[in-house]
């Protein structure tokens, strides 16, 4: 790890730990608002914690660019940007679930994932990483499992706020991969999803619809672990268009294949 990087993971971890105190202060006495549907939520916690944020980031790296969920894009004056995600999960958040996660990613020249922290307050487990440096949580190394069958792993995936009509549901992967494996789980909160993945609890996650707020600093906490990431095509990631399988490695060939046979929507 170089002295940049570490300096860049020391200031992202100061505002994970930061906002995640604001939302245990706030949490069970907060009011919940709907963004763009009713099962896309907001609450002040995740405006508060998101301020936080960016204020701690500012001041240690004034020429940065941010781009968070709640307060959209600030640009900067260098190649590194931070994407901000106050509370992944707030749905969980807002009913009383501790799978919630403050999630920050930082991004250098040509959108190369360089640091990623996830903070889950309510669990008391921060995972972290930096391009080159391996995946931790609270300090101890984590490693993706060793799963090599499709009918030893557990998956976890989660669903799109939009269901209406027309619109992407993913049932028809899960039920295909439920036939195919020891099952599939909801958490509810794609920070944490991933790295669940990283730390071994998991052997896989996909997913339709994400931000790269969502999905970046777990995209990168899964490589660093020792797993596998791609759309779900199996080409390249595309972060702003995040349509991803991340794995174990072992598994990724044989859980495309499943996806590719199925009816892959949107």
Same mark, same amino acid.
């Given at each position: 790890m170089t002295d940049e990087l570490n300096k860049f993971l020391e200031v992202a971890l100061r505002a994970a730990h930061t906002a995640g105190e604001i939302l245990m202060a706030h949490r069970g006495n907060v009011a919940v608002e709907r963004k763009s549907g009713f099962r896309d939520l907001v609450t002040e916690a995740d405006r508060r914690a998101e301020a936080v944020i960016r204020q701690v980031l500012l001041e240690a790296f004034p020429e940065h660019g941010l781009l968070g969920e709640e307060e959209g894009e600030r640009r900067g004056n260098s190649v590194y940007r931070w994407l901000i995600d106050p509370i992944d999960g707030t749905t969980n958040y807002a009913h009383g679930l501790p799978h919630f996660a403050v999630s920050l990613a930082l991004l250098g020249e040509g959108d190369e994932l360089l640091v990623g922290v996830v903070h889950m307050p309510a669990l008391g487990e921060t995972y972290s990483a930096v391009r080159g440096g391996g995946a931790f949580c609270n300090g101890r190394r984590i490693h993706v499992t060793s799963a090599e069958r499709l009918d030893d792993c557990l998956l976890v995936t989660g669903f799109p706020h939009d269901v209406s009509p027309g619109r992407p549901? /993913?049932?028809?992967?899960?039920? /295909?991969?439920?036939? #195919?494996? #020891?099952g599939v789980r909801i958490v509810g909160a794609a920070a944490v999803d991933l790295a669940y993945v990283a730390a071994g609890v998991f052997d896989a996650y996909w997913d339709l619809t994400n931000h790269a707020w969502d999905v970046a600093a777990g995209v990168l906490l899964v490589r660093e672990a020792g797993g596998t990431v791609t759309d779900m095509t199996g080409g390249p990631l595309n972060l702003y268009r995040p349509r +991803? +399988?991340?794995? /174990?490695?072992r598994v990724h060939e044989q859980l495309l294949e499943v996806l590719r046979a199925g009816r892959i929507e949107g």
């Open positions: 549901t /993913n049932v028809d992967h899960m039920e /295909n991969l439920v036939r #195919r494996t #020891r +991803l +399988l991340a794995s /174990n490695g």
